[in-house]
Structure formats: C-alpha cells, structure tokens
C-alpha cells in the first residue's frame, strides 16, 4: 500500500522568507508525485508534479520540489513567498503498480504574514 | 465555469437518512473520481469511474455508499443510513485519460459538506 507523511501541519512566516515543506512517501515501486495547493475558498488545483527525468521540478508560481529517491521525499520549496502563497499544500503519490489511486498526505497549512 | 460542479454545496442530514451527491465532471474527461476529506485530514480516495465503469473502489468504503456515472457523464454518490461519522467533505475530481503525461492531472469540484447530525 501507498501512503504520504508531510512533517509539519502549520508553518507561519513572513513574505520573502523561503519555504520548504516535507514529504515522504512508502511505496516499493515506481511512483509519480505532485503536489497540489488550496488557496483559501477555492478548489485543490494541481502546483506541479513528477514522474520521470531531472528530480528538480518546477512548478507555478516559483515553486519547485526535489525528488531524492534515496529518502523517499519530494519536499517542496519556494525561495521567496508571498501573502497569497497562504494556503494549504498537499503532497500527494500515486504508485505506477497501485492502479489509478492518488494517496494524498494530510496537508500542510501555510499562513504567510504580510 | 466549465470546471468540475459538485451539487449541493452543503448537506445537514439527520443520522439514519439517505443522501445523494451529484457531480458533473469537465465534459472531456473521461475519468472521474470521489475522494472524501475530513478536517486536518488530506482527500481520502473513495472510487474511481473510466466512462461508466467503476473501475476501483476503496476497501474503507462500506457498503452503505454506492456510487454510479450512469452515461460516462455526471456521476452520483449515495449514502444509505447516514451515521455521524459520514460527516466531511466530498470532492470529485476528473480528469483525461492518462495517455501523456500532460493529462494527469486532477480538476476538482468544490466539494459537497456533510454534516449528519
């Protein structure tokens, strides 16, 4: 089975601070990874994901997230936040033997002071 | 809006009453799932439609739910007998086949909140 463990539930820090959530996943196969962020009152929408090539991804609005296949992580970072980067960040894998289900971690709530 | 829909927004229902969800997927996608979050929790996979065909189902999902996409289009979500802890949010999500890497991805609707009192 599949499962995500993101290591902090809160982060509190001011805009231009940098950011880094963690993740890890437990899968024995092959996996592909994303991370998926929900602004405050909107939808989940989709930040940026991997499944093969350079473990550096990038996603939208200046974030990207490293794959360390090693640590079983795909940590999350952004070098300079801003207020509207508050939301809550859900790291999530999906096995490539675990058919067509995505196991999502139990997110992480962001709050970016001004 | 041509996202996903999720109607209704909000649902109280008393313990013991049946509940129905409705979602209507973006009409491209052909794959369609229900995931269902509970506060602090991430979305929990619940089942998974390919057109019409429930494809996977979630061993915690008891046989109280059911779920149905009848045309490969909208899809209903069913619970029979409703207990208190059925309350939560329940989101559905569709997306293409993921032919190319480009289609996976996941279009959520805004979710149904149940609260069974």
């Known amino acids: 089975a599949q499962s995500v463990s993101q290591h902090n539930h809160h982060v509190i820090l001011s805009e231009a601070a940098s950011l880094e959530l963690g993740c890890n996943y437990s899968?024995?196969?092959?996996?592909?990874l994303f991370w998926y962020v929900q602004y405050p009152g909107q939808h989940l929408q989709l930040l940026l994901k991997?499944?093969?090539?350079?473990?550096l991804v990038k996603g939208i609005k200046g974030f990207e997230a490293e794959f360390i296949k090693s640590k079983f992580s795909f940590n999350l970072r952004k070098p300079s936040v801003q207020w509207s980067d508050t939301a809550e960040y859900f790291c999530a894998v999906k096995g490539k033997a675990a058919g067509n289900k995505l196991t999502f971690g139990g997110g992480t709530r962001v709050l970016v002071k001004p | 809006d041509t996202g996903v829909s999720q109607d209704p927004r909000h649902k109280i229902t008393k313990r013991g009453q049946n509940v129905t969800f409705r979602c209507d997927p973006i009409s491209e996608h052909n794959r369609l799932y229900w995931y269902r979050q509970t506060l602090g929790q991430g979305p929990e996979f619940l089942t998974y439609f390919q057109n019409e065909a429930q494809l996977e189902k979630s061993r915690l999902l008891s046989d109280r739910f059911s779920a149905e996409r009848p045309k490969g289009s909208f899809s209903t979500l069913e619970i029979q007998r409703t207990e208190q802890g059925d309350s939560a949010m329940y989101l559905c999500?569709?997306?293409?086949?993921?032919?190319?890497?480009?289609?996976?991805?996941?279009?959520f609707g805004s979710g149904t909140q149940l609260s069974v009192l």
């Open positions: 991997y499944f093969s090539g350079d473990p």
């Open positions: 999500a569709s997306s293409m086949s993921p032919w190319t890497v480009d289609n996976e991805k996941l279009f």
């Open positions: 899968y024995g196969g092959t996996v592909n």
